[in-house]
């Protein structure tokens, strides 16, 4: 803590309280009592209800939170393959810059962008893929893959070489490097990027909603065509649902994080 005295700290504290209060936790509050509410009072919900929970738990609301975690799982394993061994590639090399550059560009532009230039892409054989789950898969992957390789990269130089000379000093070839040495020690840096990745492609929707196919419909698409129609109500419980799922597999990642920083 750079304050020391009592009252600094205590002002600082009030002061972002009163920063992070309206701008952060208000809203989602606010989400979370239209979840449970019946009516509007003013501009805040009002009344008390579960009924939009059980229309957010039926076998439709399930479907779909199932859709958006397989495809979360396999945007996050996509990203986190391709941006590590991306960087782990790149390391050194002269091309870094480029590579670096290339993996900043779905990010430089509006998902929005990446998704129509999927669309375009895949939409004629001999890859067709319009109209399948894997490209939303794909889209997701596109996406976040730039968090993973930056958490990579970052890890990387932050190694010591040490760890990997005294390996070969002992024999180990550079397979046994990577797999016993490197990956061991860039594991807490992985799991942070695992988590980041799946977080990012759980909300994930501009690109989604131009691509998905009738049978594989994300949850946040369910959310936006809720309240799209008038439904706040029904789809401030699904956005709720989705947040807490989100949040426990976040949980659970972080806990993985933590047992590697102490391994």
């Not at 779909?64 to 782990?88: D, E, I």
């Not at 375009?120 to 596109?142: C, E, Q, R, Y």
């Amino acid at each position: 803590m750079l304050v020391h005295s009592r009252r600094a700290r205590r002002a600082v504290h009030a002061a972002f309280l009163a920063l992070f209060l309206p701008v952060f936790a208000l809203p989602f509050l606010v989400v979370l009592a239209a979840s449970l509410a019946t009516r509007w009072s003013g501009v805040l919900p009002a009344g008390a209800t579960l009924e939009h929970y059980r229309a957010a738990t039926d076998a439709d609301a399930l479907d779909a939170l199932t859709t958006s975690l397989l495809t979360a799982l396999a945007a996050s394993a996509a990203a986190l393959v391709t941006g590590t061994w991306a960087a782990l590639a790149a390391k050194g090399s002269r091309a870094r810059r480029v590579i670096d550059l290339l993996f900043m560009l779905p990010v430089a532009v509006p998902s929005v962008v990446v998704g129509l230039s999927l669309l375009v892409a895949f939409s004629k054989p001999p890859l067709l893929l319009n109209g399948t789950p894997t490209i939303v898969v794909l889209a997701h992957a596109v996406l976040v893959t730039s968090f993973a390789h930056q958490a990579v990269s970052a890890a990387l130089d932050r190694l010591d070489p040490a760890y990997e000379q005294a390996a070969a000093s002992l024999g180990a070839n550079p397979p046994r490097v990577l797999l016993r040495v490197k990956l061991p020690l860039l594991l807490p840096s992985l799991s942070a990027a695992a988590g980041l990745c799946f977080a990012l492609s759980m909300g994930e929707l501009s690109a989604t909603i131009m691509l998905y196919p009738p049978d594989w419909t994300p949850l946040p698409v369910k959310v936006f065509a809720a309240t799209d129609r008038g439904a706040l109500f029904s789809g401030a419980a699904l956005a709720v649902v989705l947040m807490a799922t989100t949040f426990l597999a976040l949980l659970a990642v972080s806990r993985i994080r933590t047992r590697a920083v102490h391994r």
